[in-house]
């Protein structure tokens, strides 16, 4: 079975402090995964992705993640918090040999001036 | 570049009735997919087209369906509404290609009453 957990709901953090969200993944086969950002009453954003490579990926807006094979686990990271990351965050994975996605649950980032 | 367009925004129906929700797919895009996004919650994958063939489904009734045009435009169908169904539904198109991330439109926001 494939699923996503987002252990945390909401992540709080300080403007101009390193951010973590956590994500855990379990998928048949090789994963690929994702890093969405949702805005109040607005779609999905793509931030990033994994499919190969470095377990350390570069995205969007000075966004990263790494990928933990033995772990199973997606961590989205940023070094300096900005207030306008506030934002919802869900991460996504998707099976090589499946046409479809699965998200989690979301995390809900505030970032405190 | 257009981006993913959904219509319309918002909608309220009644028990029973029978909606249609439409998505544009972005430039270039072959494939779309549908969501369910209950209040509180991450997205759940309802199904995907590619070239106007039904290519994967998540866990919803047959009361969900869906169809996209040679212009990989597409429509999601939603039969005897129930309480239930009120969400925001997000349409989503990508390249094919397991590895590529999905474009997402900001939803329509689906009331029922």
């Known amino acids: 079975a494939q699923s996503v957990a987002q252990p945390e709901d909401q992540v709080n953090v300080a403007e101009g402090n390193p951010l973590t969200v956590k994500c855990t993944y379990s998928?048949?086969?090789?994963?690929?995964l994702f890093w969405y950002v949702q805005y109040p009453n607005r779609g999905l954003q793509f931030l990033l992705k994994?499919?190969?490579?470095?377990?350390l990926v570069k995205g969007s807006y000075g966004f990263e993640a790494e990928f933990n094979k033995s772990q199973t686990s997606f961590h989205l990271k940023k070094p300096s918090a900005l207030v306008s990351d506030s934002a919802l965050y869900f991460c996504?994975?998707?099976?090589?040999?499946?046409?479809?996605?699965?998200f989690g649950s979301g995390t809900k980032l505030n970032v405190k001036p | 570049e257009t981006g993913v367009t959904q219509s319309p925004t918002h909608l309220i129906k009644t028990r029973g009735q029978q909606v249609t929700l439409r998505c544009s797919s972005q430039?270039?895009?072959?494939?779309v997919s549908w969501y369910q996004q209950a209040l509180g919650q991450g997205p759940q994958f309802i199904f995907q087209?590619?070239?106007?063939?039904?290519?994967g489904r998540g866990n919803f009734p047959p009361r969900f369906s869906g169809l996209q045009f040679p212009n990989y435009s597409s429509e999601l169908n939603v039969n005897a509404l129930e309480l239930d169904d009120s969400a925001l539904y997000l349409c989503?198109?990508?390249?094919?290609?397991?590895?590529?991330?999905?474009?997402f439109g900001d939803g329509t926001r689906l009331s029922i009453l």
């Open positions: 996504a994975v998707r099976a090589y040999n499946f046409n479809k996605f699965y």
């Open positions: 994994y499919i190969t490579g470095d377990n």
């Open positions: 989503a198109s990508s390249l094919d290609g397991v590895n590529q991330p999905q474009h």
């Open positions: 087209y590619y070239r106007e063939e039904e290519n």
């Open positions: 430039s270039g895009h072959n494939t």
């Open positions: 998928v048949s086969g090789n994963p690929y």
